[in-house]
């Protein structure tokens, strides 16, 4: 999952106004339960807008943000991101997680140029294709600037 969750790479964006809007809507519960499938071993880039936001809600940068890499990304603890709650699935900053997070399962798959649907989310075909149109930029935006290194 890592390795593909690189090549792929999600949306960078300044949380801007309409950013905030950015969600794809997937109904993400499993036999009564949050999936939380993308959450574990997470590869998601971290814009500088998404760690204002998170710090902003008392994390410490250095308790979610992992520097390793030539763009900041989401932490892992136990093989899952910080911010997951495994007993439930959820995510605890989910309304301010960040844009990679609104727009995943959609990714941008490098080899092809195309912005597609993961196939590693058990709901991928629940994504329609007016959803990928609506999107595809926002993925496409992030996945330049994260392939640039900049994502600032
Ligand atoms: S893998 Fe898909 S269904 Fe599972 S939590 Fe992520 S987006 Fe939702
Ligand atoms: S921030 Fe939330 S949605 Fe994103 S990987 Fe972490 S737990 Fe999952």
New binding site residues.
């Given amino acids: 999952m890592q390795e593909k969750y690189i090549q792929y790479l999600i949306h960078h964006g300044s949380l801007r106004k309409e950013n905030k809007e950015v969600n794809v809507k997937?109904n993400?519960k499993?036999n009564g339960k949050?999936?939380?499938?993308?959450?574990y071993n997470t590869e998601m880039p971290l814009t500088r807008e998404d760690i204002k936001r998170i710090v902003k809600l008392g994390f410490p940068e250095k308790y979610f943000v992992n520097f390793n890499n030539q763009v900041p990304k989401l932490k892992n603890i136990e093989g899952h991101c910080v911010f997951l709650d495994v007993q439930t699935g959820k995510c605890k900053i989910y309304e301010n997680r960040p844009l990679g997070c609104r727009l995943?399962?959609l990714v941008y798959d490098a080899k092809e140029n195309i912005v597609t649907v993961d196939k590693?989310?058990?709901?991928f075909n629940e994504v329609s294709e007016e959803t990928i149109r609506k999107y595809e930029g926002h993925v496409r935006d992030l996945a330049s600037k994260v392939l640039k290194g900049k994502l600032n």
């Fill in positions: 997937i993400c499993l949050y999936c939380g499938k993308c959450c995943y399962p590693l989310c058990p709901k």
